[in-house]
């Protein structure tokens, strides 16, 4: 068995632990004679599944009892719709656009209502964050909503928008338990979990209870009510067992390293060896203004485009896979979530320093 480095944006690199275990368990979970996929999710033995994971995630992230944790489907694109079809009262909602997924969602919400982007960083390709400290909020806004890290272009928000006492609500769907986060300061947090936690096909969401509520837009599906997910456990219908169980091998696993504390601190440690690396090379340079720059999703250039697609050749056949950048911008993107050791970061700046001594 061969292992790569898997510097993919999503799905990415999950801990080996927990695929290990998986695979164990995969014919017989916990002497129940059958795996995970075949199992009821009526089932008991699939009740204390699902049971353990909202713990832990509670339990990681401190979530006060005033919150509901739910499972669903869908995607983060799906919360797009989601979002404003139970929030949009006032049929208004203020977007803060920092890349492709803020700008998806923003997008989406125009299907509801009159979305407005009261901040934008488009005018520099979304290389940084723009100041939120004093944004023309609308007084009947809905909530203010943000892409907290932006997976494509590589920024991440240091501080939260000041919304003027209008809820938040934001995606974090690729910073998801990377580092601490005080969920009190959202009204609604969201994320598909393939970036950071687990396999496709899961997003969970952290909801504040008094935004759980009948009053949702009308014609709004019974599937995309959060009421729906929050009245019957996440189990309306039949919810994504398998990727669940996954999820909560995962938040185990993160406990057992010692929270989100320290994964904050490894976090910080893999990117700034990267970062600093890239800060004094003469071949390679980082994308995005220092103090905007996301610990998860690294994205570089040579300013070439024949070297950048030979860099990324030649580091796929030395077993760093996934460097390509995203389809729309280019370039390279590593991006180093909680599962990648920092051992693959910092093999991936020695292949990176001998690339450019032939290179440069
Ligand atoms: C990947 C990603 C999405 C899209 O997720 P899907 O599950 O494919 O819908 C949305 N937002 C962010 C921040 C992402 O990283």
């Known amino acids: 068995m061969k292992r790569v480095y898997n510097f993919s944006a999503g799905p990415a690199v999950l801990p080996e632990e927990v695929l290990t275990e998986a695979a164990n368990e995969m014919l017989d979970y916990n002497g129940s004679g059958m795996s995970v996929m075949e199992m009821s999710h009526r089932s008991s033995v699939y ?31 799906l919360q797009f719709a989601m979002v404003p079809m139970n929030f949009m009262k006032n049929r208004k909602a203020d977007y803060i656009i920092t890349g492709q997924w803020a700008k998806k969602a923003y ?12 901040a934008s960083s488009q005018d520099k390709t979304f290389s940084y964050i723009p100041d939120c400290s004093d944004l023309p909020i609308d007084e ?75 009053d949702v837009l009308p014609g709004t599906p019974t599937m995309c009510k959060f009421k729906t997910h929050a009245d ?14 996954i999820c909560g091998k995962v938040f ?60 990324v050749k030649e580091a796929t056949a030395a077993g760093f896979e996934n460097l390509k950048g995203h389809r729309t911008v280019g370039g390279m993107r590593a991006s180093i979530y909680n599962a990648m050791p920092y051992q693959g970061v910092a093999d991936l700046v020695q292949f990176m320093e001998d690339f450019e001594r032939k290179n440069a």
Do not use: H
Not at 233 to 242: D, E, K
């Open 252 to 311: 185990k696993w993160l406990k057992k390293m010692g929270g989100l504390e320290v994964m904050k601190q490894k976090n910080e440690e893999k990117a700034a060896l990267l970062y600093s690396f890239l800060d004094q090379s003469r071949l390679f340079k980082g994308t995005v203004v220092p103090q905007d720059r996301s610990i998860m999703n690294v994205p570089f250039i040579t300013g070439s485009d024949e070297l950048d697609a030979k860099f």
């Open 107 to 118: 997008q989406e919400a125009q299907l509801y209502g009159t979305a407005n982007a009261v």
């Open 140 to 214: 009947d806004a809905d909530y203010v909503y943000i892409c907290e890290n932006n997976t494509i272009y590589g920024t991440k928000f240091k501080t939260l928008p000041n919304t003027k006492g209008k809820n938040l609500v934001a995606d974090v769907s690729s910073c998801f338990l990377s580092e601490p986060m005080d969920v009190t300061k959202y009204a609604y947090v969201y994320g598909g979990v393939q970036k950071n936690i687990g396999p496709a096909g899961v997003v969970i969401g952290i909801i504040r209870e008094d935004m759980i509520t009948d």
């Open 232 to 245: 019957n456990g996440s189990m309306y219908n039949t919810p994504p067992c398998y990727g669940i169980y």
């Open 47 to 77: 009740q204390t599944i699902i049971d353990e994971a909202e713990q832990d995630i509670r339990d990681l992230l401190n979530i006060p009892d005033n919150y509901k944790v739910l499972f669903m489907q869908g995607g983060a694109s």
